[in-house]
Nanobody, 119 residues
Framework: QVQVEESGGGTVQAGGSLRLSCVAS????????MGWYRQHPVMQRELVAK???????TYADYVTGRFTISTNNNKPRDFLQMNNLNPEETAVYYC?????????????WGQGTKVTVSS
């Protein structure tokens, strides 16, 4: 069973930056997608960004230009650099790992890491 673990959450002032990291517990798929979703209280999870093992990236419109996702293929691991954060982005951020190109709800999820942006 593959486990996915996030790190790097915390509290930052508006306009600040945080870097999230996600790593799989063991080598997994030859082709994979890793991504980040976030969830505000009483709302559904929404995609923030994702990256494939060959480096294709997708970003939500509201983070384009401010967030950067990258990957390290030694062990499925990705990094989400978040710049110019605003208080509305306070949420729990979840990492997800999926086989192949694309992400499905039944893929591997981490426990989440809390990001708080203070005004």
């Amino acid at each position: 069973q593959v486990q996915v673990e996030e790190s790097g959450g915390g509290t930052v002032q508006a306009g600040g930056s945080l870097r999230l990291s996600c790593v799989a517990s063991k080598p997994t798929f030859s082709i994979y997608t890793m991504g980040w979703y976030r969830q505000h209280p009483v709302m559904q999870r929404e995609l923030v960004a994702k990256i494939t093992s060959d480096g294709r990236t997708t970003y939500a419109d509201y983070v384009t230009g401010r967030f950067t996702i990258s990957t390290n293929n030694n062990k499925p691991r990705d990094f989400l650099q978040m710049n110019n954060l605003n208080p509305e982005e306070t949420a729990v951020y979840y990492c997800i790992l999926g086989d192949g190109y694309g992400l499905e709800p039944e893929d591997y999820w981490g426990q989440g890491t809390k990001v708080t942006v203070s005004s």
